[in-house]
């Protein structure tokens, strides 16, 4: 069963969200700047060693898997890591709903249908 949020209890949220996600957004760039070092390595040596780019990708990804852990555990949905989209469930006329959110915006301040995606995207 889903955490549903209030309005005001999703942009509450933001205060413990809005710094995982910037980290997210952060350690993603990262990962790209660094792939022409380590991927190459990766599909040489899977199971050799490796190099420190490629070691250094291995902690970057440990290191996301738990912000993104830590993201979810408050009730949250972390949609897309490419812009830090985050939808939170909640109830709307008696059906469920996500209350949308992308790094950046100030506040939650958008609404679309489960199934409505980004494109479904309404102005509270």
Not at 57 to 64: D, G, I, P, W, Y
Not at 95 to 120: K, N, S
Request: hydrophobic share 45%; net charge negative; charged share 25%.
């Amino acid at each position: 069963m889903p955490r549903y949020f209030t309005l005001e209890e999703a942009n509450a949220a933001l205060d413990v969200i809005r710094p995982l996600v910037g980290e997210i957004l952060a350690i993603r760039r990262d990962i790209l700047a660094k792939r022409p070092d380590f991927w190459p390595v990766l599909q040489k040596s899977l199971g050799n060693g490796g190099n420190l780019a490629a070691g250094e990708v291995a902690l970057a990804f440990e290191r996301l898997d738990a912000l993104m852990r830590q993201v979810h555990a408050t009730g949250a949905q972390l949609k897309d890591l490419n812009t830090g989209l985050v939808d939170f469930y909640a109830l709307r006329e008696g059906r469920q709903i996500f209350l949308c959110w992308r790094y950046g915006e100030e506040q939650v301040a958008f609404w679309h249908e489960i199934d409505g995606g980004f494109a479904g995207r309404t102005p509270l």
